[in-house]
């Protein structure tokens, strides 16, 4: 004899399909759809703005490198492709790989000095009393607005031969060699006044913004920090750079591509001089496309120097996330 079973109706899938076929299923679906496209829409002016403004100069840039592009031909407005020949002629010569070492070494330096001192004056200022922290900060914001022209000329000025104040300070103080000392005469003097003056315009960021992190940390870790008999530095170890990291990953970021790209600075000094010793890329790139009329070759290298720009912040990006996951 054969028993045949009846399979019970299963309740979940027939609720499920009620609902969907009630009238509050295309209304779900729909608001569950623009809660998904809302946030690309959001992004979808800054990133217009980004095609417009800087994709649009990048690709005409890109199509520019791979052109003999004279005077000559800008006049007769001829365009004559020459396949990777720039490309050829930039990576093949000393020049350019001896400008990258050196733009890399600037970058570095300054990055370094930056951050140290930066940080140095973020924690000074969660120190302070509240009238000499809105004095330092008044200072701090005021060397960050000034124009970078404006700063270069000013430490022009500085540090100028014969009527330079920093001259006159050091023969009063006993150097008097340096009275009338040249300081774009040399690749190192020339250096040491842009690095000072880079540092000087840099410093505010990261300071202010090391300040405004410590202000979100929690003042009972600092107490219970000091039951358990940590020092000063213990504490600064234990409990502010574990808050600072994250800030600290971020301007270091921020800093190595605004040094790196420090055109203005650097030409202004002394255009690149003396005999073209401080060329960083930036001005390297202008100096061959636009001084020499070379404006393939200078598009050329424009584009190396955005590859080796991203080839730095991969590589840097890639050490913070290893760090973060070993913390994890």
């Known amino acids: 004899m054969t028993v045949q079973t009846e399979r019970p109706p299963s309740g979940p899938v027939d609720v499920t399909k009620r ?26 002016p800054a990133c217009a703005a980004t095609v417009l403004l800087l994709g649009w100069p990048l690709l005409k840039d890109v199509l520019l490198s791979f052109q003999n592009l004279n005077m000559a031909q800008l006049i007769q407005h001829v365009t004559e492709w020459n396949g990777i020949d720039n490309y050829k002629e930039v990576l093949t010569g000393e020049d350019f790989w001896r400008v990258t070492l050196r733009s890399i070494l600037f970058t570095a330096v300054n990055v370094v000095l930056i951050m140290v001192l930066g940080a140095l004056v ?26 970078v022209v ?32 040249s300081w774009t005469s040399s690749q190192m003097s020339t ?17 202010i913004n090391l300040y405004a992190a410590t202000t979100t ?58 005999d073209r010793l401080t060329e960083i890329l930036p001005v390297y790139a202008y100096i061959e496309g636009v001084g020499n009329q070379h404006y393939g070759m200078g598009a050329a290298i424009a584009v190396l120097t955005i590859l080796i720009l991203l080839g730095l912040t991969a590589y840097y990006l890639r050490i913070v996330l290893k760090q973060e996951e070993d913390e994890l």
């Open 19 to 44: 609902d969907e076929s009630g009238p509050a299923g295309p209304r779900r679906r729909a608001a569950s759809r623009a809660g998904t496209l809302t946030p690309y829409l959001l992004l979808l």
């Open 191 to 207: 250096f040491f006044v842009v690095t000072v003056l880079i540092v000087w315009m840099s410093i505010p960021f990261v300071a």
């Open 150 to 181: 404006a700063a270069t000329t000013v430490y022009q000025w500085l540090f100028a031969q014969r009527f330079g104040v920093v001259n006159w300070v050091l023969d009063k103080l006993g150097w008097h060699s340096m009275a009338d000392y």
């Open 122 to 147: 973020g924690l000074l200022l969660a120190r302070l009393g509240r009238r000499m922290r809105v004095m330092l900060l008044v200072g701090l914001v005021l060397a960050w607005a000034m124009p």
């Open 217 to 274: 940390i929690p003042s009972e870790l600092y107490e219970a920090a000091s039951l358990d008999g940590a020092g000063a530095w213990k504490s600064f170890t234990t409990v502010t750079m574990p808050f600072l990291r994250p800030f600290l990953y971020a301007t270091t970021f921020l800093e190595i591509i605004w040094v790196f790209k420090a055109f203005v600075q650097v030409f202004t000094i002394n255009g690149g001089g003396p």
